[in-house]
């Protein structure tokens, strides 16, 4: 309740009365969702393939504040707000799906939205290509996909929701055997996990990732940053207890780690070796979600709570960088790092918020990422040991090139003009305000919520 008060307090700073009602919607749908009220209960009666689930709190959350900032930036059409409002929807239903074919096809859809965006608003002819990346790995990891949902759908129905999964799971003994059957559905499981780790930034799969950010607009850059890579996530989180019944997925387990900690150091040298500040952010993301996804596979609820917060702390700061990106775009007509200098001498505010935004990516203490990967460090060094050197040097190379990024961007001759003509620096800091706020007191939220529930 607390955070609704907030929001709909925030919207009435906004003097625009369109962007109060957007916020009036999104407050709305958050209440119903994130509280629970007995008319919920009626709406799934009517809709059973939906519900919000513990984890769906999280990325709703997230959801509604991004959104939120989007709207209050407003630098879009009519058109393009109708196409934001259906990529709302879409994310909304997605983390809101307890049906595995329903979410399997909101899953599918956002990122057609994703290739309207490049499309549509991209900048360079070069977008083509990041789109041929970005199609060959959807089609890689959706048909297999598709094939597992279609499969599952066959062998219990078409209503196949979560709690499904382990009535199939207990309807005999051979699946904790070495059987056929066990092997057959333990295949299954990991083309699930294959299929969920093409839309989940790590390291073999990232390719299509930082070429889809710099050919996309900033709007797509917030979405495919702070929400689309949650996307794999979520449905690994979906499928997680599933997982665990099968004899191949811990077989599998000690390469998958091992990857995981090789490919985390392959993704900070690479991210210091970009020109590009888009290419340089969507690699830090790159990083943020190796270390989630290797925290996650230890099998523990604190990794779990670990590695869900570290998400939602990357989806806050990589948008916000990703917006901030789009001022130096807007300023000097080129994405480059080096070309970009000097910007503390003419906008120190917005270089402030700049480097209040490199160090919460680096973990700054009593942030949200500080609380998260400090669960990730324990759960390394109890659960996973062999792997804690490779955590332990990402949060120190981590710290590394953001501040190195701080210093090129803010420090040097400029080689720009120092006017903005009609920049709207007044929404730009609001936004950044809310980003900020909601990263630092998201885990007070929680606690007040826990406490009210």
Not at 99 to 127: A, C, K, T
Not at 296 to 317: A, I, K, N, Q, T
């Amino acid at each position: 309740m607390l955070s609704l008060i907030l929001l709909v307090a925030f919207s009435f700073l906004i003097l625009d009365y369109l962007y109060l009602i957007y916020l009036f919607i999104f407050c709305l749908v958050y209440l119903v969702g994130f509280l629970n009220f007995s008319y919920l209960v009626i709406w799934l009666y009517k809709f059973p393939s939906f519900c919000v689930t513990d984890i769906g709190y999280y990325f709703i959350f997230l959801l509604i504040v991004l959104f939120v900032c989007l709207f209050v930036l407003g630098f879009f059409n009519t058109s393009l707000v109708f196409l934001l409002f259906v990529v709302f929807f879409v994310f909304l239903h997605f983390f809101m799906s307890i049906n595995v074919l329903y979410m399997f096809l909101y899953f599918e859809f956002s990122f057609v939205v994703i290739y309207l965006f490049v499309v549509l608003w991209g900048y360079n002819p070069e977008r083509l290509e990041s789109l041929s990346y970005f199609l060959i790995y959807s089609v890689c990891g959706s048909f297999p996909l598709f094939g597992v949902v279609s499969i599952f759908i066959f062998y219990v129905g078409s209503s196949f929701c979560f709690d499904c999964i382990f009535q199939l799971l207990l309807a005999g003994s051979f699946f904790y055997s070495f059987s056929s059957y066990s092997w057959f559905f333990s295949i299954y499981s990991l083309i699930v996990i294959l299929g969920f780790f093409f839309k989940f930034p790590i390291w073999g799969f990232h390719s299509w990732l930082p070429k889809v950010h710099v050919e996309a607009p900033y709007f797509g850059s917030v979405l495919l940053a702070g929400l689309m890579v949650k996307l794999g996530l979520y449905g690994i989180y979906f499928f997680y207890s599933f997982f665990l019944f099968f004899n191949l997925v811990f077989l599998f387990f000690c390469f998958l780690i091992s990857y995981l900690c090789v490919s985390l150091i392959i993704s900070n040298f690479c991210t210091v070796r970009q020109l590009d500040i888009k290419s340089y952010i969507a690699y830090s993301s790159i990083v943020h979600m190796g270390l989630v996804a290797i925290s996650f596979w230890s099998g523990s609820l604190f990794s779990v709570v670990g590695s869900l917060l570290l998400s939602v702390s990357h989806g806050f700061v990589s948008s916000s960088l990703f917006i901030s990106t789009n001022f130096f775009y807007f300023f000097s007509g080129t994405r480059n790092l080096y070309l970009n200098r000097g910007y503390l001498y003419s906008y120190s505010v917005f270089v402030f918020f700049w480097f209040l935004f490199l160090v919460i990516n680096s973990s700054i203490p009593f942030s949200l990422g500080f609380f998260s990967e400090l669960s990730l460090v324990y759960v390394a060094v109890n659960s996973l040991f062999f792997s804690s050197f490779f955590v332990c040097f990402n949060l120190f190379f981590c710290g590394l090139y953001c501040i190195y990024l701080y210093i090129v961007v803010s420090h040097g001759f400029s080689f720009f003009s120092s006017s903005l003509g009609s920049f709207g620096f007044s929404s730009l800091y609001f936004s950044f305000l809310l980003l900020i706020f909601f990263n630092y007191f998201f885990v007070l939220f929680l606690m007040i919520f826990c406490s009210i529930t």
